[in-house]
């Protein structure tokens, strides 16, 4: 085969707790991350020039190196130059539906389905796991993008235990357009602000003295009770990420205001805002009263659900 399409599905958090500071400058956490409908489509391509391309139909996604699936091409090359040099270069087309810097691991989840192609396309043969350990390297939420489903991840977010596949749970994510919100800025301001409530343990580890628990939420989620889910969604970055972007606290009591949400969050880092339905006849009903509620042409709204999996092939060629 000489091309393969792949879907990459974006993720939410359901649940983030910053449990403490790290020497290599990132956060130990606790997160349940999930899968949703929302996705890019992903065309990789074997090229007779040894180089690569990439492509995007949205303007503001680079095609250099500062994308991270052109990234991933090339530590594909760099770790296997053997296949490089036996099949050539890749070009790479992204069809992004989702929200750019969103929290929605939009770029991770391109680069999980670069992996994931450029394995197919040189017959790798690779794993799962190795895939998710090559993904590590490239960020935090990659790892995950490669498994997809509902999954507890630690570390600095790339180490998973699968939790039992969620359904039926309906979602409104809602994103200012223009408005972006930095990772590492939002992780930067939150050690600032708030690191003091670290404290050392006998190993030495930054552990947090005033812990959320996520016992609760994985309780409920292994129970697959969407209300119980919805009432313990929890994510440690909102404390930075709400005083500092106004409109993400106002799209967070928007949606807590209306009758039918379970639940309401800030995704990742933000800037969107998720709220979760028992069905998708509420979800759109939702969507509806919140572009009413709020008359502004740079909101986005999409209506999506929960899904059980990561990068999946749709075709090839
Ligand atoms: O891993 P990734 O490149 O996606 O992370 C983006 C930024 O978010 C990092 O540069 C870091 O500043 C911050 N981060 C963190 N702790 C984590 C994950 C991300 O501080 N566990």
Same mark, same amino acid.
């Given at each position: 085969m000489r091309s393969y399409s792949l879907i990459a599905p974006a993720k939410i958090n359901l649940y983030l707790e910053i449990i403490g500071d790290r020497p290599d400058g990132y956060h130990e956490l606790a997160m349940i991350l999930q899968s949703i409908g929302l996705a890019d489509q992903i065309d990789v391509h074997s090229i007779s020039t !040894? %180089?690569?391309?990439?492509?995007? +139909?949205?303007?503001? $996604?680079p095609t250099d190196k500062s994308n991270l699936a052109y990234r991933a091409a090339e530590l594909m090359v760099r770790q296997f130059p053997e296949a490089f040099?036996?099949?050539?270069? $890749?070009?790479?087309?992204?069809?992004?539906?989702?929200?750019?810097?969103?929290?929605?691991?939009?770029?991770?989840?391109?680069?999980?389905?670069?992996?994931?192609?450029?394995?197919?396309?040189?017959?790798?043969?690779?794993?799962?796991?190795?895939?998710? !350990?090559?993904?590590?390297?490239?960020? %935090? !939420?990659?790892?995950?993008?490669?498994?997809?489903?509902?999954?507890?991840?630690t570390g600095r977010g790339e180490q998973l235990s699968p939790l039992p596949s969620l359904d039926n749970i309906y979602i409104v994510l809602a994103k200012y357009r223009s408005l972006?919100?930095?990772?590492?800025?939002?992780?930067?301001?939150?050690?600032?602000?708030?690191?003091?409530?670290?404290?050392? !343990?006998?190993? +030495?580890?930054?552990?947090?003295?005033?812990? #959320?628990? %996520?016992?609760?939420?994985?309780?409920a989620v292994v129970?697959?009770?969407?209300?119980?889910?919805?009432?313990?969604?929890?994510?440690?970055?909102?404390? #930075?990420?709400?005083?500092?972007?106004?409109?993400?606290?106002?799209?967070?009591? #928007?949606?807590?205001?209306?009758?039918?949400v379970l639940g309401t969050m800030m995704s990742g880092s933000g800037p969107t805002v998720f709220a979760l339905f028992e069905s998708?006849?509420?979800?759109?009903?939702?969507?509806?009263?919140?572009?009413?509620?709020?008359?502004?042409?740079?909101?986005?709204?999409?209506?999506?659900?929960i899904i059980t999996h990561g990068i999946k092939v749709v075709s090839s060629v």
């Open positions: !040894d %180089s690569i391309r990439v492509h995007c +139909n949205h303007p503001q $996604v040099a036996k099949y050539g270069g $890749v070009e790479i087309t992204v069809n992004k539906q989702i929200p750019v810097a969103a929290g929605l691991a939009g770029g991770s989840t391109n680069a999980a389905a670069v992996l994931v192609g450029i394995d197919l396309l040189w017959k790798l043969g690779l794993t799962q796991s190795e895939l998710e !350990d090559l993904g590590g390297t490239l960020g %935090s !939420d990659v790892p995950f993008c490669v498994a997809g489903g509902t999954a507890i991840a972006e919100v930095s990772t590492a800025w939002a992780y930067k301001t939150y050690r600032e602000q708030f690191g003091h409530s670290y404290i050392r !343990d006998s190993d +030495n580890l930054a552990v947090r003295a005033n812990a #959320v628990h %996520s016992g609760a939420i994985v309780k129970n697959k009770d969407a209300g119980e889910i919805a009432q313990k969604l929890h994510n440690d970055l909102e404390r #930075v990420v709400l005083p500092a972007y106004p409109q993400v606290l106002q799209l967070r009591e #928007v949606f807590a205001n209306q009758e039918g998708q006849q509420q979800a759109e009903q939702i969507k509806l009263q919140v572009r009413e509620a709020i008359i502004d042409e740079d909101l986005e709204l999409f209506v999506t659900r």
